[in-house]
């Protein structure tokens, strides 16, 4: 696998200090309420993991799965895979945790579902923010890290399924995609 990265964009250790800031701004935010960190599957179940541990106030935890992305690199359709119970959702304030917001369908189109479906508060939370690919009106409330306009994969974040387990976040070599379309083709 690590062959087949061109560059490091953060290192572990620079990721766990970022998420570390995070968690604080995130533990103040909520401090003395009741409140779930909802994680959406698969790109943010570590970064989730990462950072609830670094909360040290009472939470509950939630998933949702969508997925947009299929096995290339292009936005698609969303697809909405599960939700979290309804009590899980009616009356509760959220922290919707993705990985990346990158056109922003995502995290929009989540965050809706929730309110439709009885959230009192939906807030959100990602790992790395693209602005500069955004489609719709939409900023994090929290966010770890800005990227330029480059296609990331590691620390949860996958092309083609691979990737997710890299414990840092990196650019493919141009090389790697062609073999693996070409595999998958
Ligand atoms: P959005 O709906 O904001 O366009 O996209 C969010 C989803 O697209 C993320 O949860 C992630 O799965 C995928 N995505 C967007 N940009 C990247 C990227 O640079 N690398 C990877 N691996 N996935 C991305
Ligand atoms: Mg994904």
């Known amino acids: 696998m690590h062959q087949d990265i061109?560059?490091?964009l953060f290192s572990e250790e620079a990721i766990l200090d970022g998420i570390e800031a995070v968690a604080a701004e995130v533990t103040e935010a909520y401090r003395g309420q009741e409140w779930t960190v909802v994680s959406i599957l698969k790109g943010s179940c570590i970064f989730a993991s990462d950072l609830v541990r670094r909360i040290p106030i009472p939470?509950?935890?939630a998933f949702v799965a969508a997925h947009s992305y299929g096995k290339g690199t292009q936005s698609g359709e969303l697809h909405v895979d599960f939700l979290p119970n309804g009590d899980e959702i009616e009356g509760c304030n959220i922290l919707l945790v993705d990985d990346i917001l990158d056109t922003g369908r995502t995290m929009h189109a989540l965050k809706n579902e929730?309110?439709?479906?009885?959230?009192?508060?939906?807030k959100t939370c990602v790992?790395?923010?693209k602005p500069s690919r955004r489609e719709l009106?939409?900023?994090p409330d929290f966010r770890v890290f800005e990227v330029q306009n480059?296609?990331?994969v590691g620390y949860g974040l996958d092309f083609a399924g691979r990737y997710?387990?890299?414990p840092y976040v990196?650019?493919?070599k141009p090389a790697v995609f062609e073999r693996i379309e070409g595999e998958e083709a």
Request: aromatic content about 6%.
């Open 6 to 8: 061109d560059h490091v």
């Open 59 to 61: 939470l509950q935890m």
């Open 114 to 122: 929730l309110l439709d479906r009885g959230a009192t508060q939906v």
């Open 127 to 129: 790992f790395l923010d």
């Open 137 to 139: 009106h939409l900023e």
């Open 150 to 152: 480059e296609f990331v």
């Open 164 to 166: 997710r387990n890299l």
């Open 170 to 172: 990196g650019a493919l």
